[in-house]
Each structure stands twice: as C-alpha cells, then as structure tokens.
C-alpha cells in the first residue's frame, strides 16, 4: 500500500509540474527525482511509466523522459441519431428486442464517491485480496517456458484438469473449458443453448448481471419463485410446460442474493424436471469458493450428480481472489460442449496464457489452502457482525435468512403505502446521502417483485467497524425518512 501511495503522490506532483516545461521539454532524470521527492527508483519508474500511459509524458529508452507533443484537437461530434433506428430494427415484431440494461451490474461495479461505505460491492475488499499470492504467481508464471505464447482454445490442459478435479469426478479434463471469468461463461452459455426471442427460466429474485446478459441475447426471462430451500419443483415444472423452455438458470448454493441453498431432496428433482422438458440446467456455481467458517461439508455440484449431460456448469476464481483474475471454467458433456467451444472461439479465441499461468501457479500453491481458510473466517465474522448490528439498530428490516456462504444479506422493507414506510429507491437514495451505498433489490427480479428489497455487501468492506458504522449510517437515513413532516409543511 505504501509503494502505492509513493506512486500516486509522485504522479500527481509531477503532472502538476509539466506546464514548467515546452512540449517536447526534458524532465529531470530519475536520479534526480528519486533524490528531490526522496522515493526509491521503482517509485520514479512507475510514476513515469503512468505518466506515458495518461499520453503526457513521451520516453525515449537511453535518453529520457520528455513533455509529450499536445494532443491533435478532437473533432467536432457527428450525428448519431440514425443508430436508434438501426439498433430497434432487430427484424419484425416477433423478435424479442435486445436490449442491454446494465444498471443492476454497474450497482456493484461503479466505484461510489470518496469516503461512501461500499455495502453494495461484488467482489471481496482488497484487504481480503491475496495480493501477495497473486503477484507472486504472476510473477512465476511470467517466467514459464511459453509463457506468452498462444495457449490452446480450450484452455491449459492442466487447468482444465484442476477445475474438473474441482467439480467432481464425474468430470474430465476434456469436459472443461477455461472462460475469461464467470460473467464470459453465462454469456457463452445462454447463447448456445437458446436462440434470440425463446424463453429461458430463471429463480426470482436472481443475480442481476444473468438477465442483462440474458436481454442482451435476445432471450426473454421467465421468473421461477424460491423459498427457503431455493426454487421450487412444482412450480419449475409448471414454468416448462407454460413456456416451452429449454434452459433454466440456477445458483444452487448460496444463491445470490438470497443466500438460499437447494435442499437435497430438491437437487434430483430438479434435474428429472429439467430432463423430462429436454432443458439444459445453466448452473453458476458462483459462491463455492466464499463459504463461511461455520458451514459445515457442502452439497457438490449438480454436474457431479448429471450423467445424462442435462447440467452445463460455470464456475470462476474471480470471486474469491481479484476482480482482474478473470479466469473460470464451464463444464458440459455431449454435443452441447462443441457449441459452447465454437461460440467461445468466435468471442474471445481464448483465455490469455499469462493469466492462465498465473491461477495455476496460484491454486498450485500452500497460500491457495491458507488463502481459502482465511476467507472463510473473515466472511464468517462480517456476516454475524452485520446480521447482529441490523437487527439491533434496523429491526423494521426483515432479515429471514442469514447464509452461511457468500458475501451478502437480502433485507426486506416493509410494504408500502399509507402508514407504513419508504420504498426501496427512497432507502437507497438517502442512505448515500449518508454516504453508504446499497443495492435496490428490483435489477434482481425479472418481473413485478412481491416486495421491496436491498441487498447488503459484508464482503466489499474493510471488516468490523466499517460494518458498524455503515449500519449507523443506513439507520440514520432509514430514521430519517420515516419521521413525520413537521407541522404546517
């Protein structure tokens, strides 16, 4: 961290300096820098290396670093109105539209103003990051013979023989193919196994980012209601003989954002509904790697109980590691393998090899084990710390299910109405008023939601008090919007 902040502070003293110089003007050499803003000469490496980068610096090897020519004057923008035509004429009134909404991505994606507590991140807090490892394991991977070079389309064979071992042995190698994260391989699924305007089953609610990627094919979503236990058969069945459907999408374990887990007596028949349709079963297996300390032995993936290729199964190590080590996997059998392998070549031709590389080395290591270890507990700690603090200062908040995987809670808000209190968007509107940022809960449905919802990140944060105060802070906004107006407003 502290190299970092070196780094940031020298760019911006440095850029602050350039006007001193002529276009095309030497700076002072790195010898000099390093010995004016006393750093080290990494320090200075980077920050110029930084500064080229933004297009002000220009550096010329042996020579020096010098003040970049001004850029040419950007043209005056044309008319770009005719591509609303172009883009809505997807060919007669038959064909489903497709449209791309990322709003419920980008609610855990998009970086909130300076000093907002992240409640609604995706992804694991940098200091719950295996930085070190991963550095490291780039670092050797670098250094492989072939490191750069071309990787097979399918992916490394050794990987792809990891992520088997890691589904079940069920699985081979030869079933697997290494995806650009688990996002990629959702998209790649949902294209090969239903065509643009067919339906495609999904849980209600469900994680946002599968039904954008689910309109922006063409694919028309259809909720499927969950309980406790996740979702629920009869009401599956009744979804495939309505709509015709051939795919249904599910996240068994840990499901987001519920937090649920598919009870066992439900996981085999699932799989006879989906079998007797003639369906695919999309499985993100997203959360495995997240699961708390307390969990007790998981229930395996469904592919492990799939002889009849029914199951097509996603998983990633982005979520547990960094959200760059974008690398993950999907496993199917039969003639559905050489579809997804076909649509994925066309995509991306392939997985970059030093990345690759590097999550080999990564899982190949003793901190992988420790790394895991350490998630479990520290998710296990942030989820009682926030469960507790909600409901002692947010009782109005109905909690009804506290997971024991994942990085989330999913809170209920009372009905609205005459009496009762403020609707979702209103919670999340003033809660970043109070600077702490929180997910809506509709980008998770697909259609009408039976009730208001927010979503709470525990993972995204620093750890204990930033929870605490994060809760303070949610109260303060929540108290705020339910006080009665004063008198003659």
């Known amino acids: 961290m502290q190299e970092r902040s070196s780094v940031a502070e020298l760019v911006t003293s440095l850029r602050a300096e350039l006007n001193r110089y002529s276009p095309g003007g030497k700076l002072p050499s790195s010898r000099a820098l390093v010995e004016r803003f006393r750093v080290s000469p990494v320090t200075v490496s980077r920050a110029i290396a930084q500064l080229a980068a933004e297009g002000l610096v220009a550096t010329r090897p042996g020579s020096g670093a010098f003040r970049a020519e001004p850029r040419a004057e950007v043209p005056a923008p044309g008319d770009t109105s005719w591509q609303e035509v172009s883009l809505s004429g997807d060919g007669g009134p038959e064909v489903v539209p497709r449209t791309v909404d990322a709003s419920g991505v980008l609610a855990t994606l998009a970086a909130p103003p300076p000093g907002t507590i992240e409640f609604n991140g995706g992804y694991l807090h940098a200091g719950l990051q295996p930085e070190r490892a991963l550095s490291a394991a780039l670092a050797r991977a670098g250094r492989r013979p072939g490191a750069w070079g071309r990787p097979p389309t399918d992916g490394l064979p050794e990987l792809r023989s990891w992520f088997a071992r890691e589904i079940g042995p069920a699985v081979s190698g030869a079933d697997v193919l290494i995806t650009a994260g688990g996002q990629s391989a959702l998209a790649t699924a949902l294209r090969a196994l239903a065509p643009p305007g067919a339906p495609v089953l999904v849980e209600s609610p469900t994680y946002p980012g599968m039904l954008a990627v689910a309109r922006a094919t063409g694919l028309r979503p259809v909720p499927v209601p969950m309980d406790a236990d996740g979702v629920r058969p009869e009401l599956l069945a009744d979804a495939f003989r309505a709509t015709g459907a051939r795919v249904f999408v599910t996240q068994p374990l840990f499901q987001n954002p519920t937090g649920a887990t598919l009870a066992p007596a439900r996981r085999p028949e699932v799989l006879a509904i989906a079998r007797a349709a003639g369906a695919f079963v999309i499985e993100d297996d997203f959360a495995r790697r997240l699961v708390h300390e307390d969990a007790g032995p998981l229930p395996p993936p469904l592919a492990a109980d799939d002889p009849d290729g029914v199951v097509v199964h996603v998983c990633s190590l982005t979520k547990v590691t960094s959200p760059s080590l974008r690398v993950g996997a999907l496993a199917a059998r039969g003639p559905v393998l050489e579809r997804l392998r076909a649509i994925q070549v066309v995509d991306s031709f392939f997985v ?16 992988w084990g420790r790394h895991l270890a350490a998630v479990a507990a520290e998710l296990r700690s942030r ?43 209103a919670i999340a509107s003033a809660a970043l008023r109070a600077s702490v940022a929180i997910a809506p809960g509709t980008p998770y449905f697909c259609a009408e939601p039976p009730a208001g919802h927010v979503r709470l990140s525990f993972a995204a944060v620093s750890g204990a008090p930033e929870i605490a105060e994060g809760v303070r802070r949610l109260r303060t906004a929540y108290e705020g919007l339910r006080a009665p107006a004063p008198s003659g407003m």
Request: net charge negative.
């Open 352 to 367: 970059p090899r030093p990345l690759q590389e590097a999550a080999l080395e990564l899982v190949g290591s003793p901190s």
């Open 383 to 425: 989820r009682t710390v926030m469960a507790t603090a909600l409901r002692s200062e947010l009782p109005a908040l109905a909690l009804p299910h506290v997971p024991a995987g994942g990085g989330s809670l999913w809170l209920r808000i009372p009905a609205t109405g005459a009496g009762t209190g403020p609707d979702e968007t």
